[in-house]
């Protein structure tokens, strides 16, 4: 198979399997992974080079790293130093204890249990990161631990990557080469960090002044490959040279625009090194090893879960918070294929066994993390304590509140909405789970609890049924789902304002409940267009009345306006307006729909009907009408008498 056929073809099946599994919301990485077993060797054995596909691959892990290096902070490090070295520390030593002892206790060597230790105690940075992102739960005590935990992880790769390969020496000669390495690394890395922190910014400097995106990617590639070729040759891994060069980047303000110039490579390299990983998978050997495999499975999340819970515990957190430490952190991680491929001389029948239990334990890691809460629950009393007294809490602040506005998020857009509605004298109390944030914010006065505007617990204690408005701050459509659903099931007539991303959710929200949903792509848009239109010369009246019309074609809340008596020397009369015709008994619309009226054949629309107390914007087509409803209709005055004159007269 030549180079480019096999590109091709590790291409081609990563982009189907990486499309099947995310459309399940399941890890990519698993993906790359069934490529690999089922391209390989011992399934269809479309790869017969799997040496060439190595090469390519592990380049990934360079990039990887690199990657990892820009991340790299010391003051991050020092404000997490407790975590990180302390529960971070003790939760990969302790592991690799546990796994040694167990692996020497079945007759097999000190070496492979140190080895496999290690590859055990690695979590999922991609996999948990994300699902903490998605709960938003990176600023909570367990999501903190979770972090701490993982970045300690990762540090750790990189003298593991110098050792693993060497184990199967004898110990004095061990010992003699961890040391000859050791002091090559010293020296390698205080050569490259004494003179390459004074020269990085300046050359990065240097290239930028091209202003060229190719320059300035090339570049990057140039420092990457030429520091880990350096550490190569000096005899240590390529990684840890990729690692050295991410954290000389990372001391410079061009540390941003290089993390997403280098991700597309780091992102594409990664994926071909699963799929080289999953190459090694055996299904053969597997379906005789089904048992070894459940028994390393069940061993590895039992084990991982109780040392980061007990350890997590003893270093002062709650009784949950440890226990969702060790539920969130029990499975296996990317970074143990990684180490487990530096692994040498590994019997096959261990490497499958091994192999297969990291793949099925981050295959249930979701699940584990998803009904994480239900366990702490159910088994820590303390946590209905916890929640009843966040719950009195909010109570508490939101006991004098009447028509006020819940704001579920109290981040930077939280905050000045929440002095908007303090210049108009409307009161509103604030959610958020971010506890150094509240606790700043309520220290200055600020109307702010700490809270997850998700549960409908904490949506009562802030007084929902007594509100007269919900605003979500945050551009998070999972949470904007559960506060709508949360509010239709109570207060069906409040009305909620939702913040998203972009317009693509707009439909989605819309149909959910929300009254009027305000994408933050299209009011940047308005805002630049209307800047630019008034530095170029167009009068500023004109640009207002056009940034009106769009807004009022996107938001279904400034569409038109109620006509008053002070309005009735406005002669415009192409110019929409809002217009409510109630249903009195006899009205000839009573028991039609809207569709068999044919109202937008005259030039007017249903912007709204209220039944009951209750306003649905935008009703369908086969919406019915009631007697007693209130139609509100939209249009031009000649439109809107045309209309009126069907729902009552016809």
């Known amino acids: 198979m030549s180079a480019l056929s096999l590109v091709l073809l590790l291409l081609g099946a990563s982009v189907l399997a990486v499309v099947i599994f995310r459309r399940f919301n399941l890890p990519p990485v698993l993906g790359y992974l069934a490529v690999g077993s089922m391209i390989g060797p011992h399934a269809f054995n479309l790869m017969s080079d799997i040496h060439r596909a190595e090469y390519i691959a592990e380049f990934g892990v360079v990039f990887l790293m690199f990657s990892i290096g820009l991340e790299f902070s010391l003051p991050k490090l020092y404000a997490m130093k ?3 070295f302390g529960l971070g520390l003790l939760q990969v030593l302790l592991t690799m204890l546990v796994v040694l002892l167990l692996v020497m206790a079945l007759g097999i060597g000190w070496q492979l249990g140190i080895a496999l230790g290690a590859v055990f105690a690695m979590s999922s940075t991609a996999v948990l990161s994300k ?33 693993l390969p060497s184990l199967t020496e004898s110990p004095e000669k061990l010992a003699m080469l961890m040391g000859v390495a050791m002091l090559k690394a010293a020296a390698v890395l205080a050569l490259i960090l004494v003179f390459g922190q004074k020269l990085m910014r300046k050359w990065f400097h240097f290239v930028a002044r091209a202003k060229s995106a190719e320059v ?34 990372a001391e410079t303000e061009f540390r941003m625009q290089v993390e997403e110039d280098i991700k597309p490579f780091r992102d594409v390299l990664m994926g071909l090194f699963f799929v080289t990983i999953g190459v090694k998978l055996d299904l053969h050997i597997l379906v005789g090893l089904w048992w070894q495999v459940m028994l390393v499975l069940v061993l590895l999340l039992v084990i991982k879960a109780l040392i980061v819970g007990l350890l997590s515990w ?14 969130w952190l029990c499975a296996g991680g990317e970074f143990g294929f990684v180490l487990l491929g530096v692994i040498t001389h590994l019997p096959k029948g261990i490497e499958q066994v091994v192999l297969t239990a990291l793949v099925l334990s981050m295959l249930i890691a ?12 159910r088994f820590v009393a303390s946590e209905w304590l916890l929640r009843s007294m966040q719950v009195t809490q909010i109570a508490a602040q939101s006991m004098t509140s009447e028509k006020h506005a819940i704001l579920c998020g109290f981040g930077r857009n939280g905050q000045y909405l929440a002095r908007f509605l303090a210049q108009e004298g409307i009161q509103s ?6 506890p150094d944030r509240v606790r700043e914010a309520a220290g200055g006065g600020e109307s702010v609890v700490f809270g997850d505007a998700g549960r409908k617990e904490a949506l009562m204690a802030a007084g929902l049924m007594r509100a007269s408005v919900v605003i979500v701050t945050m551009s998070d459509t999972q949470l904007a789902e559960k506060v709508l659903h949360h509010v239709q099931e109570m207060r069906p007539d409040l009305p909620v304002v939702v913040r998203t991303a972009d317009e693509k959710d707009m439909n989605r929200l819309a149909s959910a409940g929300a009254a ?66 109630w249903l009195t008994p006899g009205a000839a619309a009573i028991g039609q729909t809207l569709g068999e009226l044919g109202l937008e054949l005259l030039g007017c629309e249903v912007s709204a009907i209220r039944r009951r107390g209750i306003r649905a914007l935008e009703p369908a087509p086969e919406t019915r009408l009631d007697e007693g ?17 069907r729902l009552l007269k016809r």
């Open 314 to 327: 003893k270093l002062g957190a709650s009784s949950g918070n440890a226990i969702r430490s060790g539920l």
């Open 629 to 645: 409803d209130v139609v509100v209709v939209l249009g031009t005055p000649g439109a809107v008498a045309a209309a009126e004159d």
């Open 429 to 434: 109390i604030a959610l958020d789970l971010d």
């Open 82 to 84: 407790r975590i990180v």
């Open 216 to 249: 300035f990617v090339l570049n990057v590639l140039l420092i990457t490959l030429g520091l880990a070729t350096i550490t190569e040759h000096a005899g240590l891994s390529l990684a840890l040279g990729a690692f050295v060069a991410g954290m000389l980047i």
């Open 516 to 581: 009027e949903v305000v994408p933050e792509t299209l009011e940047a848009s308005l805002m630049l267009a209307s800047h630019a239109l008034v530095l170029v010369g167009v009068p500023i009246n004109r640009v207002l009345k056009r940034i009106r019309q769009v807004r009022g074609q996107r938001y279904r809340l400034l569409r038109g306006f109620y006509r008053g008596f002070t309005d009735r020397d406005d002669d415009d009369n192409s110019q929409s307006r809002l217009h409510s015709i």
């Open 131 to 163: 699902l903490l992102a998605e709960r938003m739960q990176l600023d909570s005590v367990h999501g903190r631990q979770i972090v701490g935990v993982l970045l300690f992880q990762d540090l750790a790769v990189v003298p593991l990557l110098v050792l």
């Open 366 to 377: 979701p699940f584990i993390v998803q009904y994480s809460e239900r366990l702490v629950m």
